[in-house]
């Protein structure tokens, strides 16, 4: 009976340590692939053209380090002027989205009343006028 109470406490004691090295193994191993998802994640975020307009997290300092990577005072140092940058590419894509998109209605204008003309010119009488009209209109 003595026999079997020194193993149960030997097996006691020697499972709780090798239960904190596991724990310490896995945990290890989480923080691991943890690392590598955020870097994968951020890496990929951050190769397409419009990255900066998207995520702040993608400006890279002047040293060539990104703002994800960055930690403590060298981070709070870089994310206002990230931030600003991120804003900035913004107001300049919705310009650039709002000139397009007038460009888009004069131009959905311009071919409704070429059309228009285009069918006034093809009812007129044939006509040298009509036919150089029509060719400007509907050619």
Partial sequence: M???????????????????????AV???????????????????????????????CYVNPEGVPLWQMKGVELEKWKSIAIQEKIQLQREYQSAADVAKEQGKHAAQQYKMNRQMCEFWQQQKDSEKAASKVQEYCG
Wanted: include cysteine.
């Fill in 27 to 57: 945990t290890g191993l989480t923080r691991t692939i943890s690392d590598q998802l955020t870097i994968n994640m951020w890496t990929n975020r951050c190769a397409r053209a419009e990255a900066l307009r998207l995520y702040a997290n």
């Fill in 2 to 24: 003595k026999k079997l109470f020194v193993f149960t406490l030997l097996m006691f004691f020697l499972g709780n340590a090798h239960a904190d090295t596991i724990n310490e």
